[in-house]
């Protein structure tokens, strides 16, 4: 086992929303009782926050409360690129989250752009395509208004590089954190999304490890992904044959990536399975959870 002591794990439970293209159809997943009840059985000590839609907050904490559950940091997307006059609407939608996850009482959550903005990244993914430096400028000047805007609410959002978004490479991801100040804008990496990328996961982490306050974990099969590359395969493609595994599964060296956030960290590693490699989503979630507590310790 590679200790992590302090940290916790959760789960945000998309393969139960999971296309076989790497999207996600909400409508596929239980109603959200059921779902943190399967979380729970699953063996998971949080989820990640996600009020459902017409739900008072107070109502959503205390269901996750009865169901035994803690609230892991959210997600909030940016879905502007800086130049297309939806700016003061990313920025006023980003402080709701915020506002939300302070009620909820966390201080932080995840902060990723849209990937609809971005389609010759979705045509030819994980290559830094179309670079841009002035839309880069644009993006992190945005992420800046938006780190100001939920800071402001007592909530520290932190950057999450994604493939097929405008901040998917290395050097995209550093230049966004240089730019911002860390305590305005923290760091979220993605083992998965940050390895397809070509990126030097453990590096990167380590880099950034006092801006780190929680890690989305996913396992893949880099083989995939450089088949993919060699073909020009685009982002669904590469997906349907077979990237996404959970941790374990894969091919990442999750516990070289991992130890780079060092035996202090107490932050949430929290599961992500884009697509599961076993059919049942529940037991994708055990598996998952199971791989992780026999491999990283924590949690209860």
Not at 92 to 110: C, M, S
Not at 151 to 163: D, I, K, M, Q, T
Not at 227 to 250: M, T
């Amino acid at each position: 086992m590679t200790a992590l002591p302090g940290s916790r794990l959760a789960l945000n439970p998309i393969q139960w929303m999971a296309t076989d293209d790497g999207w996600l159809d909400p409508s596929k997943a239980p109603e959200t009782p059921e779902l943190l009840s399967l979380v729970k059985k699953a063996g998971f000590d949080g989820v990640m926050a996600e009020v459902p839609a017409g739900w008072p907050v107070q109502q959503y904490a205390e269901l996750v409360a009865d169901t035994g559950l803690e609230l892991a940091p959210g997600y909030a997307v940016c879905r502007s690129d800086g130049r297309d006059g939806k700016e003061a609407e990313v920025v006023e939608n980003a402080a709701r989250i915020a506002r939300q996850h302070a009620e909820l009482g966390l201080d932080v959550v995840g902060l990723g752009l849209g990937m609809g903005a971005a389609e010759a990244r979705l045509a030819h993914p994980a290559q830094g395509t179309d670079p841009a430096a002035e839309r880069l400028g644009a993006i992190t000047d945005l992420v800046g208004r938006i780190a100001a805007a939920m800071v402001a609410e007592g909530v520290r959002p932190a950057l999450h590089p994604h493939v097929g978004t405008w901040v998917e490479t290395d050097s995209e991801g550093r230049a966004v954190l240089e730019a911002v100040p860390a305590d305005q804008l923290g760091f979220l990496p993605d083992t998965g999304h940050l390895a397809w990328a070509g990126v030097d996961v453990h590096a990167l982490i380590s880099d950034y490890a006092d801006r780190v306050p929680f890690v989305h974990v996913k396992d893949c099969r880099l083989s995939v992904a450089q088949e993919g590359r060699a073909g020009d395969w685009d982002y669904k493609k590469i997906v349907r044959a077979g990237l996404w595994a959970e941790p374990g599964r894969g091919e990442l060296p999750l516990v070289e990536i991992l130890s780079a956030l060092g035996n202090d960290f107490g932050g949430w590693l929290m599961v992500e399975v884009d697509k599961p490699d076993i059919e049942d989503p529940y037991e994708s979630a055990v598996a998952s959870v199971t791989w992780m507590r026999a491999t990283f310790g924590g949690g209860r």
